[in-house]
């Protein structure tokens, strides 16, 4: 499997990603996840929606906490034709219990804990720690990835507006 170097710090150290990442332009691969009522979702499931991908490394931690209830809060805005996955490491039921603790009901979170399957297809897994890399992604309704924003630091919040501009403009 590809290493990636030199593109993320988990608290100020280098960092390593597995896999060889995806392009905006591409369309966007198929992965498996796992919802919090233990049923798989594939990507495909939301296909002719555009989807705006929230990536994070765990739930219970601050700034993916943060980044889950903007998102959460910024669903309304969107309409009925955008759909937010949150994707973490996290357990399912972890999940469910942090989204029920944290009223988070227009996201929805899935784990990539079973088959890693997201995380070899968009290459976000950090080798150091076996997480997922903060990251936004946005995928039109026709499949294909339009905007794409890896988060330097770990520990840091992403841009939202630009991803939220480009969820907008892809409807």
Same mark, same amino acid.
């Given at each position: ?34 919802? #919090?009522?233990?049923?798989? /979702?594939?990507?495909? !499931?939301?296909?002719?929606?555009? %989807?705006? +991908?929230?990536?994070?490394?765990? =739930? ?7 980044? #889950?209830?903007?998102?959460? /809060?910024?669903?309304? !805005?969107?309409?009925?034709?955008? %759909?937010? +996955?949150?994707?973490?490491?996290? =357990? ?80």
């Amino acid at each position: 499997m590809a290493e990636r170097t030199g593109i993320i710090t988990l608290k100020g150290n280098p960092g390593t990603l597995l896999g060889d990442g995806v392009t905006v332009g591409q369309p966007a691969p198929d992965f498996t996840v796992v919802a #919090t009522d233990m049923s798989e /979702k594939k990507l495909s !499931d939301y296909q002719g929606k555009t %989807v705006l +991908l929230s990536v994070v490394p765990s =739930l219970d931690t601050g700034t993916c906490d943060a980044q #889950t209830r903007r998102f959460n /809060k910024e669903a309304a !805005d969107l309409g009925d034709d955008v %759909v937010i +996955l949150t994707i973490s490491m996290d =357990l399912p039921p972890a999940i469910k219990r942090w989204c029920g603790a944290a009223g988070v009901d227009q996201v929805e979170a899935l784990s990539d804990y079973k088959h890693w399957s997201f995380a070899k297809a968009f290459g976000l897994r950090i080798k150091e720690n076996g997480l997922l890399m903060r990251a936004l992604y946005v995928i039109d309704k026709t499949g294909k990835i339009t905007y794409e924003q890896i988060v330097p630091e770990i520990v840091d919040e992403p841009d939202y507006a630009p991803a939220l501009a480009a969820a907008k403009s892809a409807q």
